[in-house]
């Protein structure tokens, strides 16, 4: 395509006017030359129709028919890869994207350390590939489904928007982990895909294969907890497999991060602008004590011990999807080249093998918290872990400095890593935000103030009131500081059908 081609879209135009390398001539807007591939397109055109029904059934509710302001990627090129406009959500173009290809890649870690990229599946490592691709595959689908119904209940259309893109972009994540099943896998690839659309979200039956997928999204503070958080998880986890051995992998999973990145921005101003709000409300009414709960909620805004529970359990859940700190299967996965460490092609000093290396991993024995040495290998769940929770901390530091603002004492913090796990070394052990191994009777008598207590959740509900008109937000949450792609204020993000 020329620079000044212009690609249609079936709810306007987006005028290309820089490198565009995506062909969106096709059914399937694509880098990967689709159409050269008769029996991949034929594929993955017959699994389309499959898709839009299952986004039609299991995708937001209501506001299929209204006009959203979405970007839609390009090009992949890191400086000018998307454009902005407005897009009816089922005629979204969903398309396959990677990464240019880097001529002469080598893999960076494990047994294999050093040999060319794969360009195609490694016999011996088809199982772990293909079962790590659907694990990866299954969460996109599976947010979606978890946040079907916030539309109605959007604080604003600047979130509403918001939450839109992140939906449509998780739907697209979904294609490429389709795109990979497809092309590379074959029958079972095809059987995969399938499967990606049939299980649900929190059913019985047939739920999604990760625990946090399948917790419900309520409302906004959860979204935006889970955005902050979960899609912290989706940010390490496509990390660890850009460095990937297997290159088409490397390759989709690069590009990926390039969005996620919004959603990460989505839910760390999210949670900003609740404490903005709570804040300038405090102050105004001239409340000192976050611990004044009853006088703060009667402001219409969340109180700060609230945003803290809530930040507790997200953080929690979030930390299970990380796996077994010591995990053979992630030694494994490790080993054989196909899924590294986070920044692995930069770590310095290391050999990129670490058949020898320890890492200290918390443990408890005897009722206490112990750190041990286990094996590198066997403990790299646990590294990405750690290496997950430095990077929350930098955006909790800047929710701190807007209560530090306001002159407010309190100070969110990281509950312990072993708080309210179910997966792993902590899995069902008692252990306080704090540290402390506790008894389950201690437990169950103090859980309320560390999690989302009944209270709480009836008092979210009850600020989850829409707020429909452009310029305008709900009590709970302050405007954003800049608008999406520089708009105005007062501008109308969806116009609501
Ligand atoms: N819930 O050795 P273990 C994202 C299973 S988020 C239920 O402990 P392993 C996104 C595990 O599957 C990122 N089951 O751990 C965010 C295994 O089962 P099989 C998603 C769990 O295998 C927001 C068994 O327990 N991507 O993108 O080393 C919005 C023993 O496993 C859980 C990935 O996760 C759990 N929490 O590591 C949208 C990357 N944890 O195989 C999107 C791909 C473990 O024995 N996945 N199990 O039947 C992986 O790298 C690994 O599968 C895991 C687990 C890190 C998840």
């Known amino acids: 395509m020329s620079a000044e081609d212009t690609v249609s879209d079936a709810a306007g135009a987006i005028s290309a006017d820089r490198f565009v390398e995506i062909s969106y001539d096709e059914v ?82 494990g047994r294999h350390k050093g040999e060319p990229a794969w360009q195609e599946v490694p016999g011996e490592h088809r199982a772990l590939l293909r079962r790590l691709i659907v694990v990866q595959g299954d969460t996109e689908p599976a947010s979606v489904e978890q946040q079907r119904f916030l539309g109605a209940t959007a604080p604003s259309l600047y979130d509403m928007r918001n939450l839109f893109q992140v939906n449509v972009e998780e739907g697209r994540h979904l294609w490429a982990m389709v795109y990979l099943l497809v092309k590379y896998f074959g029958k079972d690839g095809r059987e995969e895909a399938q499967a990606l659309l049939e299980r649900q979200s929190g059913q019985m039956d047939n739920p999604r294969i990760l625990g946090a997928f399948n917790e419900s999204t309520p409302d906004w503070l ?16 496509l990390a660890a497999l850009a460095e990937s051995g297997f290159d088409p992998l490397s390759r989709t999973c690069r590009f990926m991060l390039t969005e996620e990145a919004h959603h990460m921005f989505v839910g760390e101003t999210g949670v900003q602008r609740t404490i903005e709000a709570t804040c ?135 509950p312990h890593k072993g708080f309210n796990r179910r997966i792993g070394e902590f899995g069902g052990k008692r252990i306080s935000p704090t540290g402390e191994v506790r008894t389950e009777d201690e437990w169950s008598a103090n859980s309320g103030d560390w999690l989302p207590n009944d209270d709480d959740m009836a008092f979210i509900v009850s600020l989850m009131k829409p707020c429909h008109e452009p310029g305008k937000y709900a009590s709970w949450i302050a405007p954003p500081r800049v608008g999406v792609n520089n708009q105005p204020g007062d501008f ?6």
């Open 28 to 109: 399937i807007p694509n880098n990967v030359a689709l159409g050269s591939d008769k029996q991949l397109q034929r594929a993955l055109e017959g699994w389309r129709p499959k898709y839009l029904d299952w986004w039609t059934g299991m995708g937001p509710v209501g506001y299929q028919q209204s006009e959203v302001y979405l970007r839609t990627a390009v090009g992949v090129d890191p400086a000018g890869w998307a454009k902005f406009g407005y897009v009816k959500m089922p005629t979204y173009r969903w398309g396959i994207l990677l990464a240019p290809k880097v001529e002469g890649r080598t893999i960076p870690f």
């Open 492 to 497: 109308e993000y969806v116009k609501i059908a």
């Open 222 to 237: 959860s979204f935006f907890m889970f955005t902050f958080f979960t899609d912290r998880d989706g940010k390490m986890q």
């Open 280 to 414: 300038a409300a405090m102050v105004k009414a001239g409340i000192k004590d976050p611990n004044e709960v009853e006088a703060v909620r009667k402001l219409g805004v969340v109180d700060l011990p609230l945003l803290q529970r809530k930040a507790n359990f997200h953080a929690s859940v979030t930390r299970d999807l990380f796996g077994s700190e010591i995990s053979s299967n992630a030694a494994e996965a490790f080993g054989s080249g196909i899924k590294g460490r986070f920044n692995e092609a930069n770590l310095k000093n290391d050999d990129h093998v670490l058949q020898d290396a320890t890492y200290p991993v918390t443990r408890v024995v005897d009722g206490k918290l112990v750190v041990e040495e286990a094996p590198a290998l066997r403990a790299l769940n646990s590294r990405l872990l750690d290496d997950f929770i430095v990077d929350c901390q930098s955006g909790i530091d800047r929710w701190n400095k807007s209560v530090e603002k306001a002159g407010i004492d309190f100070k969110f913090i990281q």
